[in-house]
Nanobody, 124 residues
Framework: VQLQASGGGLVQTGGSLRLSCGAS????????MGWFRQTPGKEREFVAA????????FYGDSVKGRFVISRGDASNPVYLSMNNLKPEDTAVYFC??????????????????WGQGTQVTVSS
């Protein structure tokens, strides 16, 4: 599967953005999809993930209550709605997919397929 994140941009503190993850190829056997973010010099951070069969969602502590991950259709299988954005949310956001069930959904190492990221900048 090929993935491409989009929807990033510049927003003021307290604003909202909705990120989309476009996909092509086989999305039928996905186990989960996730969103991660990264800032220069730091490791990629877990943001949110969704279990494909049950649609159970999981969130990083820093975004709980503000971000919502949701499923879409085959061409845009996952979205990330971000509300009440803060300057510390500024990062490049990546969507990812995995087909296996081993490991935590928040573990970046368990995701094999990654899209190019989209920049989110939150001004103070």
């Amino acid at each position: 599967v090929q993935l491409q994140a989009s929807g990033g941009g510049l927003v003021q503190t307290g604003g909202s953005l909705r990120l989309s993850c476009g996909a092509s190829g086989n999305t039928f056997n996905i186990y989960s999809m996730g969103w991660f973010r990264q800032t220069p010099g730091k490791e990629r951070e877990f943001v949110a993930a969704i279990h494909w069969t049950t649609s159970t969602s999981f969130y990083g502590d820093s975004v709980k209550g503000r971000f919502v991950i949701s499923r879409g259709d085959a061409s845009n299988p996952v979205y990330l709605s971000m509300n009440n954005l803060k300057p510390e949310d500024t990062a490049v956001y990546f969507c990812a997919a995995r087909y296996g069930g081993r490991g935590e959904l928040s573990d970046v190492q368990t995701y094999r397929y990654w899209g190019q990221g989209t920049q989110v900048t939150v001004s103070s």
